[in-house]
């Protein structure tokens, strides 16, 4: 067997046909967990032993993460040498590398700053104010995602200014000076030398537009163009795909549109479906076998996608074991979630011996994560956050990290608004705003009049002046230092140089004493960084390389710890393209899954996509869980369980008895009943008993459910034998649970308790051993 054969023996037939096809466009479209990445894994594989040269690939990934591992993949069936030297990483990372390079056509230096969203909703904050206008009505976060959307279809300020259209919808939402926001935000992030996640693309753009040279340099460098997750591309990065691939056509795509879950960034599920107008030649290729999961989680996943009118149909199927239902659990409270899940991972690390690292809680949306947090260190379960606010997004790491990007591009004032008074020297808000309106004045950059401040007659007394001067000195002597530094040295000098770790050290307070812990964490990882590009022969080790490392993070690659050992939680979003063994979807609830946000179809069908998404991250059991109550926003609402476990066929569920109860038999609803139980976003909005309280909520139910059982008599009571309705309780075999009901069948006194994941159990007060806590 040749080198070629031997690669493609780990593939199916399908799978082996779309690597080895490599004369024109091709296109994968198929289910979660059928191999697209492998394919693509073991595409670039082929064509390096083909004997293309790894320069000239380029393939590009969701996250970072993602390019990492697919390199490390490559490296195993190649040979480390090879997969060095691939252009593989996300859109933003490879193009702003290849901005750099390319600034000065676009009026940037090559050491211009990457704002990240905080960076540019400040700064719409100060022009929002600047225009006089209510930042009530223009909220920066709505303005941000209005530039973002016109950014990422290719529409610069002054086309956002002259289209009739968007001033019409603008106004409808009465914000009719956006285009004017947005134009002050381009010119002053020009001005600071500084671009957006989406200026990243629009200049990318923008460059292959003007400058056909620029362009035909890459299309030759690239010979080879394959991209991941292309579901999830928007009209920005499909066009520079378009652009890089038509001429010579060779381009591999691989994506699923039932996993497209990020239209709220301006996402075009169009792009993928579209695929063959853009180019007519493709091959499109179909992979109908789910290697992650088993029978059960693939038909369950099946079933739930299939209520999506908007789909390409997909056969799924799965050879894998018929494996576990779906066991889905409801606790009273978000609080008794937490632990019950905790309790699930608990058992099942003991009972089946999966490492910690085999478990994923997903969640969607991040806030989320607090109340597993506590239960599981109750249960001394590690675990590890994606996302959230990452390290990167603590205050005393921005502070330096504030620096370092004025030392890069002085011109930068989200930078230099942040530290110019960081640590405290005295130089008060009334003298910034004086440098920052006698910029703007001129036209200039704060930096600038800072550097002059005579000549732009900035008017302040000579006390301040010394000041300034002296801030102005220090920076300038990190820049004149910075080119023979690498990271490591630099982010000392700027420590201890401005006076940072002498501020943090002045109290002893755990506060302090943590971030002085963070800050000792970011130089020793400058360090490593250093350490690791010169081990893998890289000369660039200074702030430049490391700043641009950082200011690409994405979600999944914030994570607060890279120990291997550790369950894992992140939201739904995050969760794309990973597996793990073991899968907790919790917080499955009317007004948080779906979102309360959402209202449309399409939107509906988007949610759908991500339940989708979730389901499908399980390869062995997969389990989901709801609460009746939750804490949300600082009130306490009762909620609904998702329609969307409606939607799964529950021969592939084990649902708890009380959905049954509620929700279970839902084919015999009239569609009226269906929009009651299922519509509402808190139970408040449905015909309630009297009492709000749970408990008795609960035994309203129960009593209905026992009259109507018939038969022999039975008869609902308060309390019995010191157990009452509500009460806590412990059991020797099923652990803490609720008692729910409790009723006398033939004069035998039965409490109903629900032992969350344990299950809700009948027992006979006689016999079981139930102890009040
Ligand atoms: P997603 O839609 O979630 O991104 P995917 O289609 O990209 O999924 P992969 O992640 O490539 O799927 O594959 C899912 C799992 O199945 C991986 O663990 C992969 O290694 C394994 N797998 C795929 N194809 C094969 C095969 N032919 N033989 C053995 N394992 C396979
Ligand atoms: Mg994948």
Not at 209 to 234: C, G, H, K, M, S
Request: glycine fraction near 6%.
């Amino acid at each position: 067997m040749n080198q070629l054969e031997e690669l493609l023996s780990h593939l199916n037939e399908s799978q082996r046909q779309a690597v080895a096809y490599n004369e024109g466009p091709s296109l994968v479209i198929a289910g979660a967990g059928s191999g697209k990445t492998r394919v693509l894994t073991y595409k670039i594989a082929y064509l390096l032993l083909s004997g293309l040269h790894p320069s000239s690939i380029l393939a590009l990934t969701f996250t970072n993460k993602a390019a990492r591992e697919m390199k490390e993949r490559i490296a195993t069936l190649v040979g480390r040498d090879k997969a060095k030297w691939l252009w593989m990483g996300t859109f933003h990372s490879i193009f702003s590398r290849m901005l750099r390079a390319e600034a000065e056509k676009l009026g940037f230096t090559s050491g211009f700053t990457i704002y990240d969203t905080a960076d540019s909703k400040s700064l719409l904050k100060t022009i929002i104010k600047e225009l006089q206008l209510d930042d009530k009505v223009y909220k920066p976060a709505v303005i941000h995602g209005r530039i973002s959307f016109a950014k990422n279809n290719l529409l610069t300020a002054d086309k956002y200014q002259s289209n009739g259209d968007l001033y019409k919808a603008d106004s409808a939402a009465r914000i009719p000076r956006t285009g004017d926001i947005y134009a002050l935000y381009a010119s002053r992030c020009r001005q600071a030398n500084a671009m957006d996640f989406d200026d990243l693309l629009l200049y990318t753009n923008i460059l292959f537009r003007d400058y056909p040279d620029v362009l035909n340099n890459y299309r030759q460098r690239f010979a080879f163009i394959l991209v991941d997750e292309y579901q999830d591309t928007n009209f920005a990065q499909h066009l520079i795909v378009k652009r890089l691939a038509e001429q010579h056509q060779r381009i591999s795509v691989v994506g699923d549109d039932a996993q497209s879950i990020y239209s709220f960034r301006g996402a075009n599920i169009d792009n993928i479906l579209k695929f063959k107008n853009h180019f007519p030649d493709s091959k499109l290729f179909k992979l109908e076998q789910n290697y992650r999961s088993t029978q059960n989680i693939v038909a369950a996943a099946n079933s739930l996608i299939q209520k999506n009118k908007t789909q390409i149909q997909k056969n799924v199927f799965s050879e894998n074991a018929k494996g576990q239902r779906i066991q889905v659990f409801s606790a009273m409270t978000d609080t008794e979630e937490g632990f019950n899940i905790a309790n699930k991972v608990s058992e099942i690390h003991l009972t089946q011996h999966h490492p910690f690292s085999d478990f994923a809680i997903l969640y969607r949306t991040n806030a989320q994560s607090r109340i597993f947090e506590e239960a599981l260190r109750k249960r001394n379960i590690p675990y590890k956050i994606y996302g959230g606010l990452s390290f990167y997004q603590r205050k005393e790491i921005k502070d330096v990290l504030a620096y370092f990007r004025l030392v890069i591009n002085p011109y930068d004032e989200e930078a230099l608004k942040r530290v110019i008074n960081y640590p405290a020297r005295g130089i008060g808000d009334t003298t910034v705003g004086k440098i920052s309106d006698c910029a703007h004045l001129h036209h200039v950059s704060m930096w600038e009049v800072l550097s002059d401040p005579l000549q732009f007659n900035l008017g302040v007394n000579a006390g301040t002046a010394g000041k300034l001067s002296k801030f102005r000195e220090l920076i300038f002597s990190f820049i004149e230092k910075s080119p023979q530094l690498d990271a490591y040295e630099m982010a000392q000098e700027v420590v201890k140089g401005a006076g940072i770790m002498a501020d943090v050290s002045v109290d002893t307070s755990p506060e302090n004493l943590s971030k002085q812990e963070n800050l000792q964490e970011l130089v020793s990882g400058m360090h490593e960084f250093c350490e690791q590009r010169v081990n893998e022969g890289e000369t660039e080790i200074g702030l430049v390389s490391f700043m641009s490392e950082v200011s690409l993070l994405t979600d999944q690659d914030n994570t607060n710890d890279e120990d291997a050992e550790k369950l894992t939680m992140m939201t739904i979003h995050s969760a794309k393209g990973l597996e793990f063994r073991n899968v907790f979807i919790v917080g499955m609830e009317e007004g948080l899954f779906p979102s309360g946000y959402v209202d449309s179809e399409s939107e509906v069908e988007e949610e759908r996509r991500l339940f989708y998404v979730a389901i499908t991250r399980a390869e062995e059991q997969c389990f989901i869980s709801y609460a009746k109550s939750r804490f949300r926003n600082g009130q306490l609402n009762f909620q609904n369980p998702s329609r969307f476990l409606g939607d799964i066929d529950q021969q592939y569920l084990d649902l708890p008895i009380d959905y049954k109860t509620m929700y279970g038999r839902r084919q015999e609803r009239s569609i009226d009943q269906e929009r009651e139980l299922f519509s509402s976003p808190t139970a408040y909005n449905r015909p309630q008993p009297a009492s709000t309280n749970v408990g008795s909520h609960e035994t309203n139910k129960w009593k209905k459910l026992s009259n109507s059982s018939g038969g022999s008599t039975t008869q609902a009571v308060q309390s019995a034998g010191g157990i009452a309705v509500g009460n806590t309780v412990r059991h020797e075999k099923f652990g803490i649970g609720q008692v729910v009901n409790i009723e006398n069948v033939d004069g035998n006194n039965k409490a109903t308790v629900d032992f969350g994941t344990n299950g809700t159990r009948a027992l006979l007060l006689k016999y079981a051993k139930l102890e009040v806590i």
